[in-house]
């Protein structure tokens, strides 16, 4: 598990497991999260270099029994009242030397030597051949030792659900917060894409979960929630953060991405004078020209199902929700010529695989909901952010009701955050 530290207070910031994410996260207790910078592309590089090696010594834990349900587990145990929270000395991060006054003299030169070695280009480039060969000469034991010491030490809280505890309760004693990664993720560059997603950077550089089978997903579910209890059980109200390339095929991602963007379109085509609005009349014309099954009687009742008040149009929310990926297979079958609604329409075995995610996400957000954590769904490859962003909206208008649980991520060095 990978602490991310935060500021326990009313608002909380963080970096983003340790450097190699990239990211800084700042969340204002609502029910969003923002991702709001880069760090330095030479230093989150390096990390990112490590991070294989980090990750076998501090992930590779036995996972719960198979017997053992967390869902039902956490049904027995109520959430505590997170209503009055005890007050926090909130750091003053622009004064260094309160800042840093949890810091050893040792942890210090640690994080100095770090850095300073992160920004080394050949270390970075070469960083898995050289821990290859510090293998070779010096032995895996003190490879990892020594990795343990530097780079794992400063990034990483622990190496399982007990060892990250001292962590967090020093953190939390210094008024610093945590929000809890299961960091078990693979790196994906920008020729494994499509490429609609290449920008300005010559190479886009991603994280995401390496897909191995249902089985592998639903492991990976258990871990994320012994990362709730792991939230739950420390001080102050917690934080956890998932990927939902954990739970799913991300190919699969992409494609329920695409079938969203299609549904988006639909949209567009429908609105003929781009008011955001679809009327009667507008949805009775394009559905003449676009459907073969248009007769008075279809037509009126599909208006019905988008407008059931009766309002006489159709905004976009309305849409969004009335029109599922399920129905697109059904949809398709009238449609006069192919088009990216058509292209984009999942199969029977991939709208199984899309339950089969859903129900990992609910199980995770009841746990977490029982719990009293936060669960902060991470934002990943831009090519497939459409479906996590459905996913974490799907889950925050059932477990927000009563109190702000799921928090979606925005990326706001993007245009379309804005």
């Not at 009313?10 to 450097?19: D, E, K, L, V």
């Not at 009293?372 to 497939?384: I, K, P, Q, T």
């Amino acid at each position: 598990m990978c602490l991310q530290h935060c500021v326990a207070s009313r608002s909380y910031i963080t970096a983003g497991q340790g450097m190699a994410n990239g990211c800084v996260r700042l969340s204002h207790l609502s029910k969003r999260v923002l991702t709001v910078g880069q760090l330095s592309g030479s230093r989150c590089t390096a990390a990112s270099s490590l991070r294989p090696l980090i990750i076998r010594q501090f992930s590779a834990q036995p996972l719960p029994s198979d017997d053992v349900n967390p869902v039902q587990e956490a049904k027995h145990q109520s959430a505590p009242d997170h209503r009055q929270e005890e007050s926090f000395h909130v750091p003053d991060f622009s004064n260094f030397e309160e800042a840093h006054k949890p810091k050893s003299n040792l942890e210090l030169v640690r994080a100095y030597g770090v850095f300073t070695t992160c920004q080394i280009r050949p270390v970075v480039k070469y960083a898995d051949t050289l821990l290859g060969f510090t293998k070779k000469v010096l032995g895996a034991n003190i490879t990892y030792n020594l990795v343990r010491a530097t780079f794992f030490g400063h990034f990483c809280a622990g190496e399982d659900q007990e060892g990250i505890k001292p962590k967090i309760k020093m953190l939390h004693k210094n008024g610093i917060g945590g929000i809890l990664d299961y960091a078990a993720e693979d790196d994906m560059d920008a020729d494994e894409g499509p490429a609609r997603r290449t920008g300005p950077h010559e190479k886009v550089v991603a994280r995401t979960f390496d897909y191995g089978s249902e089985e592998v997903c639903d492991g990976h579910m258990r871990v994320f929630m012994k990362s709730i209890e792991a939230a739950a059980d420390a001080p102050g109200r917690g934080f956890a953060a998932i990927k939902i390339t954990a739970l799913g095929n991300p190919k699969l991602l992409e494609r329920v991405a695409a079938g969203l963007m299609a549904i988006r379109n639909l949209f567009s085509q429908f609105d003929l004078d781009m008011n955001n609005v679809i009327t009667r009349e507008e949805f009775i014309k394009v559905y003449n020209e676009m459907f073969t099954d248009a007769t008075e009687e279809r037509t009126e009742r599909m208006f019905h199902y988008l407008d059931p008040d009766n309002t006489g149009y159709v905004d976009y929310l309305g849409w969004s929700q009335s029109i599922k990926l399920q129905d697109i297979p059904s949809i398709i079958k009238t449609c006069r010529a192919p088009g990216p609604l058509y292209l984009s329409s999942l199969s029977e075995d991939e709208l199984k695989l899309l339950d089969n995610m859903m129900n990992r996400l609910h199980n995770i957000a009841e746990v977490a909901a029982k719990r009293g954590v936060r669960l902060m769904v991470d934002a990943e490859h831009s090519y497939f952010q459409p479906a996590i962003d459905h996913a974490a909206v799907e889950l925050q208008r059932r477990f927000n009701k009563d109190e702000v649980v799921i928090l979606n991520t925005y990326q706001c060095y993007l245009k379309i955050a804005a």
